[in-house]
């Protein structure tokens, strides 16, 4: 008798929360952008249509209520992921080591990448509209994967070797920070706004 089992998963965690927090988050998210010089300047330099405060701000909940129940949510679901990954965690914690935020403009796009130093990473997004651009996840063996053929258009999602996700309002990506992933560009007319973040081992 022949049997499958499957080995070496890559868990992609999805939760909605709703979109309670996203109207007070967006005019958050356009005041925050439209003064932090820094974050525009850096976001120019670097090339991204948009503004990022990736490089100029570390302190989003204090600067609004939402971010900071924003956060509590996040805690919450971060810790479910580490369950399921069955993560050895003894007396440590998974600590949010960085959050930021993301107005991207028509023709704003992410290069695929990784987070080093972390351990979850993920995407909770506010404002999207059509056009936005997905989120893709890349199989971490493509490197290895050698004379290895392609995958049928039809494959089962856990065969795939590119996963995109379509962002909605309220949806919350969670994944390893080792997993590369990149986004699409926009081709919407206004803003794509998006809330990103890391968690380390405390």
Known sequence: MAAFETLFVTSLYRANLGARLNPEL????????AE???GRRWAKDHG??????????DDLPLRAPAFAALVK????????????????????????DSLWLNVMH??????????????VSGTYYVTV???????????PRLPL???????????????????????????????????????AESTARSPRISISFNYRLD
């Open 26 to 33: 967006e005019a958050a998210a356009l005041l925050i952008a």
């Open 36 to 38: 932090d010089k820094a």
């Open 48 to 57: 991204y249509k948009g503004y990022t405060s990736y490089a100029a701000l």
């Open 73 to 96: 949510q996040l805690d919450r679901h971060v810790a479910a992921f580490a369950r399921h990954a069955d993560f050895e965690l003894r007396r440590r914690k998974l600590k949010l």
């Open 106 to 119: 028509k023709g704003a796009l992410h290069a695929p990448h990784i987070h080093p130093h972390a351990v």
């Open 129 to 139: 509209p059509a056009g936005s651009g997905a989120i893709r996840f890349e199989d």
């Open 145 to 183: 994967m050698m004379a290895a053929p392609s995958r049928r258009k039809n494959a089962k999602l856990a065969n795939r070797l590119f996963v995109d996700v379509e962002p909605k309002p309220g949806l919350l990506l969670l994944w390893e920070s080792w997993l590369r992933h990149g986004v």
